[in-house]
């Protein structure tokens, strides 16, 4: 099946910094990536989609400031946390649509980041 | 307005067979897709309905029915492995998956 990568797989950091995590597609083109965040024990949170090429669409409540989305080509899309605060700390899975259908989303490994 | 519901936790025994109900009201439909999220890791993929029926693949199973807004998956002979969550997504009219709470799953021995 489709694979999509993302790294890093955890980060640690200092409250204030910023931090990038890219999600890629590997053996497909993917016109369209999503961006989630999941807390402990709770359901997939959508903060973001994100078209090849413009600007992403971010859910109610999502401060796109904070989170800046680029989805510069069709096998990559980065997700910076920028100023991250320990409220931030969570899992953020990317996942990406296949641009030849519609249908199926494939899920990036997830990072994990800790923001102290 | 939107809605997946399905139950919270579902416990079963090792060889077994256990059916996980969804339900959904989406804003147009897209199709039904059901996840397995073991913790601490991303879902995984296992399965795509569109149409009305029961689509097997293995020892799982995902049945769907339009007109009644339901969908179930159907997990036979368990495995301890089995143990995850399951996760119930509905694609509405703009292609955006609408997420259920998921259903965790216990197996015991």
């Known amino acids: 099946g489709a694979v999509v990568s993302q790294h890093p797989s955890w980060v640690i950091c200092k409250s204030g910094t910023s931090v990038k995590i890219e999600c890629r597609s590997l053996?497909?083109?993917?016109?369209?990536m999503f961006w989630y965040r999941q807390f402990p024990k709770q359901s997939l949170m959508l903060m973001a989609t994100?078209?090849?090429?413009?600007?992403?669409?971010?859910e109610q409540g999502v401060e796109k400031d904070k989170f800046l989305i680029n989805h510069a080509s069709l096998t990559l899309s980065t997700l910076t946390v920028t100023s991250a605060h320990p409220e931030d700390s969570s899992f953020y899975i990317c996942?990406?649509?296949?641009?030849?259908?519609?249908?199926?989303?494939?899920f990036g490994p997830g990072t994990r980041l800790l923001v102290l | 307005g939107q809605n997946i519901d399905q139950p919270t936790e579902m416990t079963a025994t090792e060889g077994a067979i256990v059916q996980i109900n969804c339900t959904y009201q989406?804003?147009?439909?897209?199709?039904l897709f059901w996840y397995q999220q073991h913790a601490g890791e991303a879902p995984t993929f296992l399965s795509y309905?569109?149409l009305d029926g029961l689509e097997e693949k293995g020892r799982f199973s995902s049945f769907l029915s339009r007109s009644k807004g339901y969908s179930y998956l159907l997990l036979k002979e368990l495995q301890m492995k089995d143990s995850a969550s399951y996760l119930c997504?509905?694609?509405?009219?703009?292609?955006?998956?609408?997420w259920g709470a998921g259903t965790k799953l216990i197996i015991k021995p």
């Open positions: 989406t804003s147009g439909f897209n199709g």
């Open positions: 309905n569109v």
């Open positions: 997504a509905s694609m509405d009219s703009n292609y955006q998956l609408i």
């Open positions: 996942s990406a649509r296949d641009g030849g259908t519609q249908e199926t989303q494939y």
């Open positions: 053996d497909f083109q993917a016109t369209t």
């Open positions: 994100s078209n090849e090429g413009s600007k992403a669409t971010y």
